[in-house]
């Protein structure tokens, strides 16, 4: 089981989570590339500090939107989601390339990570940019999504991903961050709905009702309070029931969908 947190992203004079801890800790980290956060340093550091670790660095792209962290909709025409995402690509590739490492895998961030799982033009159009600038890189997102299996289709690894501090609703997806108890907090209820995750492959829904869920990855929120704690614990009970953590880029299951 792959290990993964949104880092890098801070922004200017705004810092967010504590990148440091979580990379001695996490074995994947997905970078925001400067759209949704992040900067130029942010990069650079974030990537270094990845590469110091042996962490895997991943693409955490999104739409165009600092003011909002990324978390609207922005109804961007096809063609220039796809420039948009290779721009961040191209970016985060080259402070990777400065700090002796690579792009492994690419993630959407908030709510393109959201749009992507009905929004077939969206889709299409962020697997186009991956296509077109690296096909040998995976793609991390939530299990049954259209772009994962577009993706697939265009002969792209796919990783399928589950969060460990987020709760769900009994149809598997995310409870809205806005409605209480969407966010999980305690490292020791976290932990153990991981293990079960990962040996058992189902979690409880908000409703009580069991929810299968197929993953590769596990991610924590840089962002979550008390994040570098949830992940130590999560590492530590996973280690502990027997389940080998490695990165995303590790021949864990690669499964090839059907639309």
């Known amino acids: 089981m792959d290990l993964n947190a949104d880092l890098g992203e801070g922004f200017g004079q705004w810092t967010l989570g504590d ?28 990537c270094a500090l990845a590469a110091s670790a042996g ?4 693409a955490h792209v999104g739409y165009r939107d600092l003011a909002g962290f990324g978390r ?3 109804d961007v025409a096809p063609d220039t989601l796809t420039n948009e995402v290779l721009a961040q690509l191209g970016a985060l590739a080259t402070f990777a390339r400065a700090a002796g490492t690579r792009v492994s895998y690419v993630k959407p961030h908030g709510a393109l990570y959201n749009t992507l799982v009905r929004h ?13 600038f690296d096909p040998t890189l995976a793609v991390l997102g939530p299990p049954g999504a259209v772009w994962l299996k577009r993706a ?3 002969g792209l690894r796919v990783w399928h991903e589950a969060f460990a501090d987020r709760a769900y609703t009994a149809a598997g ?3 809205p961050r806005g409605e209480p108890g969407a966010v999980l907090r305690d490292p020791a209820e976290i932990a ?3 293990v079960q995750l990962a040996t058992e492959g189902w979690v409880r829904s908000v409703s009580g009702r069991p929810v299968r869920i197929q993953a590769d990855s596990l991610c924590v929120h840089g962002d979550t309070p008390g994040a570098v704690e949830i992940a130590r614990v999560v590492r530590a009970a996973l280690e502990a029931a027997g389940v080998a953590v490695g990165r995303v880029e590790s021949p864990l299951r690669h499964t090839r969908q059907a639309v």
């Open 19 to 46: 990148d440091k801890a979580l990379l001695n800790i996490v074995t994947s980290a997905n970078i925001a590339c400067g759209y949704h956060a992040g900067d130029a340093d942010t990069m650079r550091e974030t």
């Open 152 to 154: 697939s289709v265009a």
């Open 120 to 132: 077939e033009a969206q889709a299409d159009a962020v697997v186009d940019a991956v296509r077109l």
């Open 192 to 194: 153990a709905r991981c």
């Open 55 to 58: 962490v895997a660095v991943g």
């Open 72 to 74: 609207r909709f922005i």
């Open 173 to 175: 997806t995310l409870v």
